[in-house]
């Protein structure tokens, strides 16, 4: 709907907003002579790279690159769509947006719908705490909950009676209630939808209800059910407990996603106020957005059954594609038997918050769930585990993430190691973790010209000798491009190096693909060693005629050489055959 907000009353709205005004209302900020600073809102730190130009009207992190104006950091900290950050930056500063017609009906729509809503939130309440609703009060008790966790998330109760809610609604509010489904008119007459249940009013991002979860207290065939689809309410966009859980943590910096209405109040019950539970059986790629655009850590807490397994890896397939830099997600696998209502009673909040802590990384989830039931000791098997990894690797964007992840893959598959140091046990996992693979260095020939790119890397000091070197040589072409750009920019170190690559947009596509040719990164010492000896034509005369006696004295396989050192060895017999001719 931006596109119907006039252009010109957006920036007329801009120019009045005190961008520092705002921005303090909701973080703290320091004075920084014309400007002001503070720790990002959007991801941690412990130095301030957050800066406010209330003059420019914008924001910018240095840290991790969130930048924009009033607009985008009121949808980015509330979490509101367009429409709403500038409705609510219009009401601070007295302004009315003048939306047409058309979309004014769209509104005022949306509006009566959420309205009826509400209206059904505050009936279903008044029923829990009235004389119907005893037994319903009787199995919230049994579960944990106190009264005023049940008055947080607004729990309620939905009377037997099959039109209860109907009878009292007013008129203005029955054809609303019919057209989001909370009132069924599907035989030709209304009827309630939700009728002997507990009732979880889930809300939108602003506290508006826009559908219902139910769970029955009878013997109906289907446990839980939910409102259907309507113009307020899209399932797969909307995030169970986010309202609430945006209301006790003001800056969220991470999720724990769980399966149900009951876990998420449990949780809260005993002090973990970060659960929220997605709507439906998996969690598919717009609920995974809709979680990634409020943090950047987010953990997924699963039952240890087979069900739970299943959804772990069908959550883990949808956030694949959407992995990048800087995104931290984790799998929590509770015992079987257990889910987090039941086990955040019997072990204690700090107890679970443990497991919380101790949660498996995707990329260990990963390899561990691939490689249940393989012996890797067999290269039958370790065929098996790429053929079942290198498709969902696939799926990932060009990040440091999935390069790492693609190494580890290639490592576990190449049979160097022996990988498994204790008995398979397919299907089950000790104590969420696996016996961690032992790492064993692997020996890398690579390049000249390879090996000076990647000693800049780690010393761009060394660009000086390495553009004298390469202007000798045409075989230093790249890293020649690499050490004229750190001259150029007079990068010093490799912290400023890296800062550099980070801001300069032009340097980073242009050396992106420098070590996609790369499978494995030496150690520091032994590529700066490596250099040193390019770098210094002598020693590395030196290095080749000792290659060159180990060679003769079959210390050293020729053919365990790179193509270039055995052409070094070549021409350095053919020089020792001259001098001795002579």
Known sequence: MSGLIPQPFVENLLDRIDLAELIGSRITLKKAGANYKACCPFHDEKTPSFNVRPDKGFYHC???????????????????????????????????????????????????????????????????????????????????????IIERYQVGFAPGA?????????????????????????????????????MFPIRNSRGRTVAFGGRTLGDDKAKYINSPESDVFHKSREIYGLFEAKQAIRQLDKLLVVEGYLDV???????????????GTATNQDSMQALLKQ????????????????????????????????????????????????????????AFQQRIDSATPLSRFLFDRQ???????????????????????????????????????????????????????????????????????????????????LALLEAPELATEVVELARSSRQFEQSRAFADWVLANSIADRKALTRALALDAAARQRFFHLFDGIEHIPARDKTLANAREILAPENETKLIQRKLAMVRSGEIDLKSLSDDERQALKRQLTLNRAEDAT
């Open 162 to 198: 099959g039109t209860a809610l109907f009878d009292a609604a007013s008129k203005d509010l029955k054809s609303p209630l019919i057209e989001t489904g909370t009132v069924s008119d599907r035989y030709g007459r209304p009827r309630d939808l939700f009728r002997n249940r507990v």
């Open 265 to 279: 109040i449990a949780l809260a019950q005993h002090g973990i106020h970060y659960a929220v539970a997605t709507l």
């Open 62 to 148: 240095f840290g991790c690159g969130a930048h924009g104006d009033a607009i985008s950091f009121v949808r980015e900290f509330d979490g509101l769509g367009f429409t709403e950050a500038v409705e609510e930056l219009a009401k601070r500063v007295g302004l009315e947006v003048p939306y047409d017609r058309a979309a004014k009906q769209e509104i005022q729509q949306a509006r009566t719908l959420t309205d009826a809503l509400d209206f059904a939130s505050r009936f279903y309440q008044s029923a829990l705490k009235g004389q119907q609703g005893r037994f319903a009060r009787d199995y919230l008790k049994d579960r944990g909950l106190d009264s005023a």
């Open 371 to 453: 490689s249940e039931g393989l012996d890797l000791q067999l290269p039958e098997n370790r065929g098996e585990l790429r053929a079942r990894v290198e498709p969902l690797l696939n799926k990932m964007p060009r990040s440091t993430l999935r390069d790492a992840m693609w190494h580890e893959m290639l490592r576990l598959c190449g049979g160097r190691n022996q990988w498994q140091q204790r008995e398979q046990q397919p299907g089950r996992w000790r104590d969420q973790r696996r016996d961690r693979v032992s790492e064993e260095r692997i020996d890398v020939k690579l390049s000249k010209d390879s090996i000076l790119c």
């Open 295 to 350: 943090v950047r850590h987010i953990v997924f807490c699963f039952d240890g059954d087979q069900a739970g397994f299943r959804a772990a890896d069908k959550a883990m397939e949808n956030a694949l594609e959407l992995m990048a830099d800087g995104l931290h997600l984790q799998f929590l696998m509770l015992p079987e038997g257990e889910d987090p209502d039941t086990l955040v009673r019997k072990e204690g909040p700090d």
